[in-house]
């Protein structure tokens, strides 16, 4: 059973290393192609939260955020590997920020080819978040294993 929890942390986590692995070849001086695809991207969404919410967001450089993207998903999915909850946690993270901006399916008429495909890509990983939710949950609900308490050895004499 070990090894199968083992097996299936490493094909999960597989999808947010191999990810990683592609964007830092990819990153260059600029940050690479997913800067060039996140730029218009964040533009809408800092548009939207200034206009809804009224406050003056900085500005952001992309390829730091391309660079904090690759880091937690490498780190994270390396933890995650090994069982760690921390690993999890930054996946998780990672999951909760990058979806509702990369996957913008709210910017588009509902009869756009666009709205579907973005809003499938959007639920999957939301159903990613729901896994990392569901492992930290029962990571944390399994009781530690507690040692063995040596019965005294009564004394013959």
């Known amino acids: 059973m070990a090894f199968a929890s083992f097996l299936g942390r490493v094909l999960f986590a597989s999808v947010f290393i191999l990810s990683a692995y592609q964007q830092f070849n990819e990153y260059g001086v600029d940050g690479g192609p997913a800067a060039k695809a996140l730029r218009p991207k964040i533009d809408t ?9 009224g406050i003056q967001l900085p500005e952001i450089d992309v390829k730091f955020v391309v660079a904090g993207a690759i880091a937690l998903k490498g780190l994270g999915g390396l933890l995650f590997i090994f069982g760690s909850s921390f690993g999890a946690f930054l996946l ?6 990058a979806t ?38 029962m990571k944390n609900s399994m009781p530690r294993r507690q040692p063995k308490k040596k019965v005294p050895k009564t004394k013959t004499y």
């Open 100 to 137: 509702p901006i990369q996957y913008d399916f709210y910017n588009y008429e509902s009869e756009d080819k666009e709205f579907t495909q973005l809003f499938v890509k959007f639920t999957q990983n939301m159903a990613l978040s729901g896994a990392l939710l569901f492992f930290i949950g």
């Open 92 to 97: 998780l993270l990672h999951q909760l920020i």
């Open 45 to 53: 969404f800092i548009y939207r939260v200034q206009s809804q919410v």
